[in-house]
């Protein structure tokens, strides 16, 4: 998160008890990511630092996966790093994933690949899933601008946050 931070992103802070007691949190964090996407901000958003208890993996991958579901459909999002393996599972459940090719090396065991879905928004658009402890950290957006045409970076993080790129307009 800190790393994200000071290469400029915008950050966007879920409540985690909320998460966790089942609230729609994402319904009113969408209005600020999206307004930060329209002005080609890049976006982290992110429940903050460690937290004094568990957080579900189900329910915050779900709400992970519809922000960037949602922020592919309204904002035309090229490319989204969720970090967190179960976590990452559920976000791409959320995100109407059906299957992922890897397209290019970025760290070990989370590749940037390309998404296939029946869903028109999220088939092709580039993801990577991956482990907040195994290897997200050393994600560096050198290393993201050397696997593909787009920018965006990712930092390991206690809780997994969710990596949104600004989108890529032709």
């Known amino acids: 998160i800190d790393y994200a931070l000071a290469a400029g992103f915008k950050?966007?802070?879920?409540?985690?008890?909320?998460?966790?007691n089942g609230e729609a949190?994402?319904?009113?964090a969408m209005p600020a990511i999206l307004q930060l996407l329209s002005r080609q901000q890049h976006v982290i958003v992110h429940t903050g630092r460690k937290q004094s208890f568990q957080l579900s993996s189900q329910k915050l991958g779900t709400v992970l996966g519809t922000i960037a579901r949602q922020c592919v459909v309204q904002a035309?999002?090229?490319?989204?790093?969720?970090?967190?393996?179960?976590?990452?599972?559920y976000a791409a459940r959320a995100m109407e994933v059906d299957a992922v090719a890897m397209i290019a090396p970025l760290v070990t065991g989370a590749p940037i690949c390309s998404a296939w879905s029946k869903n028109t928004f999220i088939n092709g658009i580039e993801v990577n899933f991956g482990?907040?402890?195994?290897?997200?950290?050393?994600?560096?957006?050198?290393?993201?601008?050397d696997a593909s045409t787009t920018q965006s970076t990712a930092e390991e993080v206690a809780d997994p946050p969710i990596e949104i790129s600004t989108p890529v307009r032709p």
């Open 11 to 20: 950050e966007v802070v879920l409540d985690a008890v909320a998460i966790n």
């Open 25 to 28: 949190v994402e319904e009113a």
């Open 76 to 89: 035309g999002v090229k490319r989204v790093v969720i970090a967190g393996g179960d976590t990452s599972s």
């Open 131 to 145: 482990d907040a402890e195994d290897g997200m950290g050393e994600i560096q957006p050198e290393n993201l601008a």
